[in-house]
C-alpha cells in the first residue's frame, strides 16, 4: 500500500513538471535562454565505496563484510603459515610465487606512483583496501584465469576494484618488471651464454630458436576485428614472437668447417642467425628447414633442427601452464591491454627462472637441477597441439611430388625423376667459391639463404661423421 502511494505521488509529481513546463513555452515573451550568472556549476559525482553485503547470520542484519575479514586476507597476508612448507608449496602452486617474492612484489608495488590510490585514505580516515590482497587477486586472475567476480567471492573487495587495480598492474608489470627481468643481448659478448647449447650441437651462430604464439582476445574492438582473425583460431587472436624486430647481432663471428679439394677448412662468418619454422621470409638471418630434399646429409640435419627448436615450443607451453589467461583467453577490455598482459606474463616467467636458478649459464653441458618447480606445477599440458610437429617421417621427405595430371607423362626433354614442383624447392643461391674464398670473413646478411644452409649442413655432416655433435642436457640422470 505504501509502495503504490509512493509510486502515484511521484508520477504526479512529474505529470505536473511536464504541464508547468509547457505553460512556460507557451507564454509570450517566454526566454528559454539561461542566465549565465544564474547557472549553478554541476556537483561533482560523488564516488560510492563498494561493499560486498552478507548477513552473519540467519536472523541477522545485511552488512558489510571487510575485506579484512576474508579467508585470503586471513590466511595468506595477516597471518600466514611461513614455517610450514605445505603452506609455502600451496601458496606457490596457486600464486605460481613464492611468498617471499610475493612479498617483495607487494612491496615494489607500494613504492610506485601507479598505486598511490590504494596507499592513502578517505575522507573520513578509512583506509583504502590492503595492496597485498589486490595483488593476490592479480596473480590468480593470471594464474588460473579466474575472473574478477571469482576474486570478489574470495577476497570480499569489489570487482570493479580488482578490475581497475589489474589495469595499474599490468601497466606497472609491463614496464617496470619487464624492463628488469626481460633483458636481450646487444652484442655478441652478452650473446655468447645463449649460444653454447646450440655450439655444441652443431649449429654454431644460432642465437636461439623462435617462433611466433596465439592469444584469444575476447574484448577486441569491432573496427580491429578483421585484423585479428585468421590463422590456427576461429576468434580474434594477437600474435606475439619470442623475439623482437631487430635483434640480429651483427657482430656475432663464428666459424664453420667446409670440404675444399679433399681437405677440411675453416671459415669465418660474421652476423648472427635465428632457427625458424617455414613461415617465415627466405633470409639468411632466419634458418628454417629443408621442406622436401633427397639427400641423406640434409634430412640428417633438418630432423636434427627440428628437434632443437622446440625448445621454443616447451617456452611457450610452460608460460601458458604458469599464466592459464593466455591459454584461456584474455578477457580485458582493448589490444593495448592484452600486450600489457602479455609483457607481464613474460616479465613473470623470467622472474620464476631467475628464482629457480635457470637463467644460470651451462657448465660442460650438464647443470644440476636446483628448481623448486616440479612435474606437473601449473598443470602445463600439450592440448591443442597437433601430433605431427614432433618429426617428420624420411619416407615423405625421400619422394619428390609428380605434379601431372595430364595423364600423358613427360615428354623425352623432362627427367622425371627431377619433377618438382617450384614451391617445394629450395632455391639454392649459386656463387663462385673460388671468388668467395678470398674473402677473410663472410658476411652473413650478404649471403642468401640456400647458399647458407648449405654450409651449415656440410659443417654439420663433418661434425657427425667426427663424432663431435652433442645434445644439450641439463639434467643430471641418476646413476641407477
Not at 578490475?163 to 609491463?174: A, Q, T
Amino acid at each position: 500500500m505504501l509502495y503504490s502511494r509512493f509510486i502515484c505521488d511521484d508520477v504526479q509529481a512529474r505529470t505536473n513538471a511536464i504541464l508547468a513546463q509547457s505553460d512556460c513555452l507557451s507564454t509570450d515573451g517566454y526566454d528559454n535562454t539561461e542566465d549565465p550568472e544564474s547557472v549553478q556549476s554541476p556537483q561533482k559525482k560523488q564516488r560510492r565505496r563498494k561493499y560486498v553485503m552478507a548477513r552473519r547470520n540467519e536472523d541477522g542484519l545485511l552488512e558489510p563484510i571487510r575485506c579484512t575479514e576474508s579467508f585470503w586476507y586471513i590466511y595468506y597476508v595477516e597471518n600466514p603459515l611461513l614455517e610450514d612448507e605445505k603452506f609455502l608449496k600451496k601458496f606457490r602452486i596457486r600464486f605460481r610465487l613464492p611468498y617471499s617474492n610475493f612479498e617483495e612484489l607487494s612491496a615494489e608495488c607500494k613504492a610506485s606512483n601507479l598505486f598511490m590510490r590504494w596507499m592513502s585514505c578517505d575522507a573520513v580516515g578509512q583506509k583504502a583496501t590492503p595492496i597485498e590482497l589486490l595483488v593476490l587477486g592479480a596473480l590468480r586472475y593470471l594464474g588460473r584465469g579466474w575472473t574478477f567476480d571469482d576474486i570478489e567471492e574470495c577476497t570480499a573487495v569489489s570487482q570493479e576494484v580488482h578490475r581497475v587495480f589489474f589495469g595499474k598492474f599490468i601497466e606497472f608489470s609491463s614496464t617496470v618488471l619487464y624492463n628488469k627481468y626481460v633483458v636481450y643481448p646487444k652484442n655478441f659478448e652478452e650473446a655468447k651464454d645463449h649460444m653454447k647449447e646450440f655450439t655444441v650441437a652443431g649449429l654454431p651462430g644460432a642465437l636461439g630458436s623462435t617462433d611466433a604464439t596465439h592469444i584469444t582476445t575476447w574484448q577486441c574492438e569491432y573496427n580491429l576485428r578483421n585484423n585479428h582473425l585468421g590463422g590456427k583460431s576461429t576468434s580474434t587472436t594477437r600474435s606475439y614472437n619470442s623475439i623482437r624486430d631487430g635483434d640480429h647481432l651483427n657482430d656475432v663471428e663464428f666459424e664453420l668447417f667446409e670440404r675444399r679439394h679433399g681437405h677440411i677448412i675453416t671459415i669465418k662468418y660474421r652476423g648472427g642467425y635465428v632457427i625458424v619454422d617455414n613461415g617465415y621470409l627466405r633470409w639468411s638471418a632466419t634458418v628454417p628447414p629443408y621442406k622436401v630434399t633427397n639427400k641423406l646429409t640434409e634430412i640428417r640435419w633438418f630432423k636434427w633442427v627440428e628437434s632443437m627448436r622446440k625448445d621454443v615450443e616447451c617456452a611457450f607451453g610452460i608460460l601458458k601452464g604458469r599464466w592459464r589467461i593466455l591459454k584461456t583467453g584474455v578477457r580485458v577490455q582493448g589490444v593495448e591491454s592484452v600486450d600489457k598482459v602479455w609483457l607481464t606474463c613474460c616479465a613473470l616467467h623470467n622472474w620464476l627462472l631467475e628464482i629457480d636458478g635457470l637463467d644460470a649459464g651451462w657448465q660442460s653441458r650438464i647443470l644440476p637441477l636446483t628448481s623448486e618447480w616440479e612435474g606437473n606445477l601449473g598443470e602445463v599440458d600439450c592440448e591443442g597441439l597437433t601430433q605431427n610437429v614432433i618429426l617428420l617421417t624420411t619416407a615423405g621427405a625421400l619422394q619428390p611430388r609428380n605434379y601431372d595430371t595430364s595423364g600423358m607423362g613427360t615428354g623425352d626433354d623432362v627427367n622425371p625423376t627431377d619433377e618438382i614442383h617450384p614451391a617445394d624447392l629450395d632455391n639454392e643461391d649459386v656463387y663462385d667459391d673460388d671468388a668467395i674464398y678470398g674473402e677473410n670473413i663472410r658476411q652473413t646478411s650478404e649471403l642468401g639463404l640456400g647458399y647458407f644452409r648449405s654450409r651449415l649442413v656440410e659443417h654439420f655432416d663433418i661434425l657427425f661423421k667426427q663424432n663431435k655433435i652433442q645434445w644439450p642436457a641439463r639434467r643430471v640422470r641418476s646413476q641407477t
